[in-house]
């Protein structure tokens, strides 16, 4: 309980004396596209350590991650922003399915609750996002409920956004299907696992925020 007032205290208050003027770039998807995994590449790449833990399991990232002053640098030019990890969004949350993952009942109950509450997180911090990377899974349909109701989320609030195409290093991912899905946006395939196509990836960014 301590813990939770503890982590609750320290939300408010970085959002109330948090630098505005801070570029604030947010990786949104469904569980498990590698938003986590992206995160910590981006921050390796940049100053050197990671920023979330990632697990197999569904609903690792069950809080905002917050990483600040991450500069990059691409062809001469440099970039400032605090980047934003955020749980995974999905339209129904079972703790049955963390059970069949292995998990205790009492656990798999206790982790479904707090993903539930890092879905309304998230879609809550949206508005307040620069730019925002859309990190799917390439290797899954992407035309899925949960995908075509984010973009046209960030369509609506008019948030830049380039969608991320994750795990190109898997035999299954058809990179393809997702330009075809999304054939007005930027689509940048990447392995963030592998590091793949980061550098392209980069470029986007760049391009994204000089759009905005």
């Known amino acids: 309980m301590i813990k939770v007032i503890s982590d609750f205290i320290k939300r408010i208050f970085f959002q109330i004396f948090q630098d505005r003027s801070a570029l604030k770039i947010g990786l949104y998807g ?14 390796k790449d940049w100053i050197g350590e990671e920023m979330s833990k990632v697990s197999n ?24 922003f605090n980047l934003v990890d955020t749980p995974g969004l999905a339209t ?4 049955e399915d963390f059970v069949k993952k292995g998990m205790k009942a009492a656990q798999a109950k206790k ?6 509450r890092g879905v309304i997180e998230s879609i809550k911090w949206m508005d307040s996002m620069d730019a925002i990377l859309v990190v799917l899974d390439a290797t899954e ?34 990179i393809k299907k997702v330009e075809a899905a999304f054939p007005q946006y930027d689509v940048v395939g990447i392995s963030a696992l592998k590091g793949h196509n980061m550098e392209e990836l980069y470029e986007s960014i760049f391009k994204l925020i000089r759009e905005r």
């Open 30 to 43: 469904p569980p498990n596209s590698g938003k986590s995994t992206l995160a910590n590449k981006i921050c």
């Open 57 to 80: 399991i569904p609903h690792e990232t069950r809080e905002i991650k917050i990483k600040e002053k991450i500069t990059v640098k691409h062809k001469n030019k440099e970039l400032t």
């Open 92 to 95: 129904k949350i079972d703790y």
């Open 111 to 116: 982790r479904a609750k707090e993903a539930t």
């Open 141 to 174: 349909n992407p035309y899925s409920q949960v995908n075509i109701t984010l973009i046209g989320n960030l369509v609506a609030r008019k948030i830049p956004l380039v969608v991320v195409a994750n795990k190109i290093d898997m035999k299954k991912a058809k």
